[in-house]
């Protein structure tokens, strides 16, 4: 028996004002691939479906088209959750009505203990629990126990669904969470301050898989069989060297199995290109992917005229720039001598690439008066 | 055979600042109380089921309540389209994982021509078709043909529905459009100005019943078969005296046979109540509706101290007040007399009020004085 594990889609992001709609079709239609051609018994999206508790409609039919194919045309049953980042009644809509056509949507406590169970020849029954995401907050509410932190209330709902568990079945667990130790990157939304929100992986040790969402980092947790899947594509620049794509879980009749890290190919990688400004343009005359959308680090001391229209010639989709050339500057001088000087040095810096020759003595001495006339007059 | 036929039920309404949610779990608790006791087979929603294209979520999980209960428990189908307040989008999220549990959201054209068959032993086989609001624009957009008013774009797409026809089947229409002639009220959100937004009837003839939604006051078009049910509840003062509830249809062999509007009994009614401040305030006492939404119309001439507190006492659930007495005198006064006249007029109203006694005269002369002084300052 084998089974998708995917999770933080994030349909509807926008990122430096860019919508990545398309590229997230892109890469669901090599999922729906991937599902033609191998053998599925099921898809898992461990929450974060949206990027916001109401997503633009754009991101509802991508994902309403994406789960017609692989629930009608495919048959083959997903199963998912919310996240931190959906609105968990907005998505509960419909969900009884959609049970019996394959489509599992669990986003509340009383559907988490109603297991959706699948039967295969290689490893039996199979019981899937959504466990929806969930804060202290809601759990001690719901329950009426006293729980005040993230890993209080996991632990009562693991123990709530292994009060569940039936005998015969293999267990599995759908979970949206940080669980204690896991790689952090900058895409994923802070759930509290100061480690709050760190569940142990030890109240998950008992099913035979954990298919966490959350964290954007495919990493497994405490075991082999506690694992992230990873976010569906990058979502933050520093998450330029993770892996992206979705865990391939195989079952036999002893449970676990395998997994297996399958790779989706981005329309455009996210990376950073670090340097000096001459230096960036001549590399990119060779760049054969220079469609990427790019953060460039410019490492020039000096200041520089329209740098994003200069970058956007070779990288059209640069979506941020960085000078900490820049910066290194501004600090020595702020340390060492007066802002007035810097004025002059910006000014010496625009001359020369506007005019592409440098100030004369009499024109630096007409630019002096101008620069100390002006700061006088926003001084008076 | 008998199906229900309701519309406009706008959930998540406000009205004067007051949600209406719990009135409106009220009506459907009754529409849920009449299928647990009646033979019905099917129950069509004919648009407007939200207020808005992004509803409260309270609103969606009253839907999503009342619609499992109705599907689930009752087993008992129902057939819904968007209307002009809601978002054809969002309503259509998972709707082909829904068919099989007998909930039916037809919200694009492609499933317009779809229709959902009911067979039973009354009236053999009956095919219900949606028609999702839809405006002339996009008519033209999907279809490629010239359409620029709503009345051709509805005849171009009766005219496909009744393409699918099957000859043997009874055909029965659910659409939200404004058909000509029809009685308007203040809380249907106008669709154009000057009556372009006007259908005819004729388009629809060749249907054994049509379910129209969009027109708040329960009437039928043309045909006794073509038919508004009206809004569940009223949502404006102007339908003080419409009827509100839902249309029981009944169809026989030979298709439709009757329409019977059964009532749903608000928690508070919404009405209008005109007079004095006094005669109003001495005949609450005896009114047995005291917590109805009320609009007082005042009719008092002179200036009343903090009417809506002294309303509240004996109907708390006010909602509005309208002073057309004062109106008619300012409106008076602003033809004969300077508006000086009219300040010390309001004065000697509220001094009358506030000290149970007139002004004598040397009050007066001081107010006049305070009055001119005030007015020479606003002037300079």
Redesign the interface.
């Known amino acids: 028996m084998k089974f998708l594990h995917t999770s933080d889609w994030h349909l509807g992001r926008q990122f430096h004002h860019v919508s990545l709609l398309e590229d997230q079709a892109s890469l669901l239609a090599q999922l729906i691939d991937y599902i033609k051609n191998h053998s599925v018994d099921a898809v898992i999206i461990a929450g974060d479906i949206f990027d916001r508790s109401?997503p633009p409609?754009k991101a509802?039919?991508l994902?309403?088209k994406t789960?017609?194919t692989i629930?009608?045309e495919l048959k083959t049953p997903v199963i998912l959750i919310p996240g931190n980042h959906d609105?968990a009644?907005?998505l509960?809509?419909?969900?009884?009505?959609?049970?019996?056509?394959?489509?599992h949507?669990v986003s509340s406590f009383d559907q988490m203990v109603e297991p959706i169970t699948i039967e295969t020849k290689q490893a039996g029954l199979v019981s899937f629990y959504g466990m929806p995401y969930s804060d202290p907050e809601s759990v001690k509410h719901h329950f009426q126990q006293p729980v005040s932190t993230h890993d209080e209330a996991h632990q009562l709902l693991a123990d709530k669904i292994k009060d569940c568990f039936i005998s015969e079945h293999k267990n599995v667990l759908v979970s949206h969470c940080f669980v204690d130790g896991a790689i952090e990157s900058d895409s994923e939304r802070p759930l509290s301050i100061g480690g709050s929100d760190r569940v142990s992986h030890e109240h998950f040790v008992d099913f035979d898989y954990v298919a966490l969402g959350h964290l954007h980092q495919p990493q497994k947790k405490g075991a082999e069989y506690i694992r992230y899947s990873g976010s569906l594509m990058k979502y933050s620049f520093s998450e330029q060297h993770h892996k992206k794509g979705m865990t391939l879980v195989e079952f036999d009749k002893d449970g676990f199995k395998t997994s297996e890290h399958i790779d989706l190919k981005p329309r455009h990688d996210m990376r950073v290109i670090e340097g000096n400004m001459d230096e960036i343009l001549q590399a990119a005359k060779s760049d054969p992917n220079n469609e990427d959308y790019v953060l460039v680090r410019l490492m020039d001391k000096h200041a520089i005229l329209e740098p994003m229209e200069k970058f956007r010639t070779v990288y059209p989709n640069i979506l941020h720039l960085e000078k900490p050339g820049m910066l290194v500057g501004v600090e020595q001088e702020l340390g060492a001598a007066s802002l007035k000087r810097s004025e002059i040095d910006m000014f010496e810096d625009f001359f020369q690439e506007a005019q592409k020759s440098s100030l004369n003595e009499a024109q630096k001495e007409v630019i002096e008066q101008v620069i100390q006339q002006l700061t006088c007059q926003s001084e008076s």
């Open positions: 109401v409609t509802i039919e994902l309403n789960l017609n629930c009608e609105s009644a907005r509960n809509f419909g969900a009884k009505q959609m049970k019996a056509s394959g489509l949507i």
